[in-house]
């Protein structure tokens, strides 16, 4: 994937960020399991309401992106910068 000139360099696509963590965290959970410790309830809690969490913000961000009528994938160049707050 070349990366455009005016973009903002990004070299991993975040998806990409994303499966590598997870593998590397299916990794950790081979040699280390935490479930022999109890709180597998409270880790899967947790983890979902990350995941809402993230997700919530991914699609607020991306509808603000639309909004303003820029690029939302990254590998693209932005049209437009403004202070939301």
Do not use: C, H, K
């Amino acid at each position: 994937m070349a990366v455009e000139p005016d973009s903002a360099g990004v070299r991993f696509p975040p998806p990409f960020v994303y499966l590598g963590a997870l593998l590397l965290g299916l990794a950790v959970e081979r040699f280390v399991t935490l479930r022999s410790f109890g709180i597998w309830r409270l880790l899967a809690a947790t983890g979902a309401l990350l995941f809402a969490a993230g997700a919530a913000i991914m699609l607020v961000a991306a509808g603000l992106f639309r909004q303003l009528g820029t690029n939302v994938p990254p590998s693209q160049p932005t049209t437009e910068i403004r202070r939301w707050l």
